[in-house]
């Protein structure tokens, strides 16, 4: 009988956990999207916040997580987003997301690039060229 019940115990927690996964993933993308409109960016016509900005690309690398000296997996690390504004201008977008027992912290790092800067780094990506550019 305590055996069913230890698997019981062990499902529920499996089951939070998966739960508080999925949940804390959320937060991160609504905590993304909400402070990424609130940035501000320097443009040809001025200042102006994210929700003039696009984002025509993400790119997301990954690292290898290790454990007791084996490879068991992938771990996401930094994280790329290549963005157009107005006049036109060209940014590069790095979100800094820690995840902490006390909720999630966010960094924006905000860089403009040139044109050419931008055309080189969206090489290779023909949606993200297509949206920064339009049809070439």
Known sequence: MTDSWGTVLLLAMV???IWAAIRRRAQA???L???FSALEFDTPEGRVSGERVTVVSKR???MSAMWEGRQVGAQPSD???YCVGPGPSYFLVV???ANR???LDLKWIVRPLTEERMRAALQGDRAGMQ???GAS
Do not use: D, V
């Open 33 to 35: 999207e909400e402070s």
């Open 29 to 31: 993308k609504r905590l």
């Open 95 to 97: 979100p800094l997301l």
């Open 15 to 17: 089951a939070l956990a």
């Open 101 to 103: 027992w006390s909720g």
């Open 79 to 81: 994280a790329f987003w």
């Open 131 to 133: 949206r920064a550019f």
């Open 60 to 62: 997301q690398k990954y």
